[in-house]
T-cell receptor
Framework: NAGVTQTPKFQVLKTGQSMTLQCAQD?????MYWYRQDPGMGLRLIYYSASEGTTDKGEVPNGYNVSRLNKREFSLRLESAAPSQTSVYFC??????????????FGPGTRLTVL | AQSVTQLGSHVSVSEGALVLLRCNYS??????LFWYVQYPNQGLQLLLK??????LVKGINGFEAEFKKSETSFHLTKPSAHMSDAAEYFC????????????FGSGTRLSIRP
């Protein structure tokens, strides 16, 4: 199992450009999450998806959109990037309760810089 | 609503000394609590978790944490710090639900002095 994979690992954008961050998991997890991590602020939830076909806003959804393409993939889109979106972005997935491990598995992160 | 407060954004201890990282939570329902560790330029790894049952939970790398409901705390400890423990540590809380949001604290950076 590759676990949770994210692409790209690094990205530099200019203000106003758009891009999509990709996330995939091969653990058959139902729930998937997007976080951003900024110094001194911990991880803040952007969007999450409880299951294929559903998405919900987290703490900081403004400026982002998401797509739960299928059970494996959960993408995060920046339509018009702003310098305030410079951050490290983490994708995570979580198994169903029946598995009873009840934790999240994190990808390696995408470091995004918006100039 | 749930929230997590980590006291101290940076903690520095000597190698071999006790490590104590503090976490207090707020939850309207019985919480599930976690500690994660993040090494430089890496994602988060689960250290330990409390769901139900024994309030003292042991994790990887010699860490443990005690759930104290009366104090709404879940502090992380390790009896003897090792240089390899230098990392950022995050406390997190969620509720028992198939897809509940997991709320993270702001993190505590642990430094180890030789």
């Amino acid at each position: 199992n590759a676990g949770v994979t994210q692409t790209p690992k690094f990205q530099v954008l200019k203000t106003g450009q758009s891009m999509t961050l990709q996330c995939a998991q091969d653990m058959n997890h139902n729930s998937m999450y997007w976080y951003r991590q900024d110094p001194g602020m911990g991880l803040r939830l952007i969007y999450y998806s409880a299951s294929e076909g559903t998405t919900d806003k987290g703490e900081v959804p403004n400026g982002y959109n998401v797509s739960r393409l299928n059970k494996r993939e959960f993408s995060l889109r920046l339509e018009s990037a702003a310098p305030s979106q410079t951050s490290v972005y983490f994708c995570a997935s979580r198994p169903p309760l029946a598995v009873r491990t009840d934790t999240q598995y994190f990808g390696p992160g995408t470091r995004l810089t918006v100039l | 609503a749930q929230s997590v407060t980590q006291l101290g954004s940076h903690v520095s201890v000597s190698e071999g000394a006790l490590v104590l990282l503090r976490c207090n939570y707020s939850s309207s329902v019985p919480p599930y609590l976690f500690w994660y560790v993040q090494y430089p330029n890496q994602g988060l790894q689960l250290l330990l978790k409390y769901t139900t049952g024994a309030t003292l939970v042991k994790g990887i790398n010699g860490f443990e944490a005690e759930f104290k409901k009366s104090e709404t705390s879940f502090h992380l400890t390790k009896p003897s710090a090792h240089m390899s423990d230098a990392a950022e540590y995050f406390c997190a809380v969620t509720k028992y639900s198939s897809a509940s949001k997991i709320i993270f604290g702001s993190g505590t950076r642990l430094s180890i002095r030789p």
